[in-house]
């Protein structure tokens, strides 16, 4: 008895929809929540009620906030602190190329779509086996996230206000502390923790002799240094392996040019 096999091309498992939306929940509320460290920290750098949720309302981005609110605080010219928040938020432009893809959402939804596109719903709709799973988990990230966030920016802004002080308490380093807290998951390569070193020497480094907010735009050069010597070291290596590789040849080459002159010798004779 013959038996046909007959392959079919394999379909994405489907993910239940409540786990998707338990994943985002997850990921939504938890980093929600640190929204507000920020608004203590933009209410202790100076910044007025308005222009914290403000931030929080049309930039929301966490990084890029805590980078500009932390430049304004040290003294920093405004322009140099929104140029570094700037180049930190760059990386949200790279995100929403991949997940024009995957989501395929109509046009007149992309701008307001394109306001979600961060760290976390990226991560979030990227780890989702579908089309459907992605757009969910995508909505219910953003949406969770984008509420919390802006609802404790207020909180944590009318508490700094309320405390007055925010030195006093040591809330200046939540800031920081929470920057770190975003940055630190996301360094999985030795190429990113090179460049998260690099950039650490270089902002220190220039700390004391730039003024405030430039050191962190200086610190920006560390990606691309940090990948030219990545290049160079992949064509140095290439080159040594190229070179080995063609010495061997020419040594097989003469080892076969002498077998071949000491078989003729030996019919010679």
């Not at 200046?172 to 920057?179: E, I, N, S, Y």
């Not at 240094?225 to 063609?246: E, H, Q, Y």
Request: charged share 15%; hydrophobic share 50%.
């Amino acid at each position: 008895m013959i038996r046909t096999v007959i392959r079919t091309t394999a379909e994405p498992v489907s993910k239940p929809d409540s786990a998707v939306v338990r994943d985002a929940l997850g990921v939504g509320i938890a980093v929600g929540l640190s929204g507000f460290a920020f608004g203590v920290t933009s209410a202790g750098s100076g910044l007025s009620l308005l222009q914290t949720c403000a931030l929080s309302l049309l930039v929301f981005t966490g990084a890029s906030q805590f980078a500009l609110v932390g430049a304004i605080a040290a003294g920093g010219n405004p322009l140099a602190a929104a140029a570094g928040a700037f180049f930190l938020g760059v990386r949200n432009a790279f995100y929403g190329l991949r997940l024009s893809q995957l989501l395929a959402l109509p046009r007149f939804v992309r701008p307001f779509a394109a306001h979600w596109v961060i760290d976390e719903t990226t991560a979030v709709a990227l780890a989702q086996p579908t089309r459907r799973a992605v757009r969910l988990g995508f909505t219910v990230t953003g949406l969770t996230l984008y509420v919390l966030w802006n609802l404790t920016t207020l909180l944590g802004a009318l508490g700094a206000e309320a405390i007055g002080d925010t030195n006093a308490w040591g809330l200046d380093a939540a800031g920081p502390a929470v920057f770190l807290a975003l940055l630190a998951p996301m360094l999985r390569t030795t190429t990113e923790r090179a460049v998260a070193g690099l950039a650490v020497i270089l902002g220190l480094g220039f700390l004391p002799v730039l003024p405030a907010g430039v050191p962190v735009l200086v610190a920006a050069l560390a990606a691309p240094a940090v990948l030219w010597f990545k290049g160079r070291t992949i064509v140095d290596s290439r080159t040594i392996v190229d070179s080995k590789s063609s010495d061997g040849m020419k040594n097989d080459g003469m080892k076969t040019d002498s077998t071949k002159a000491d078989s003729t010798k030996g019919e010679d004779r």
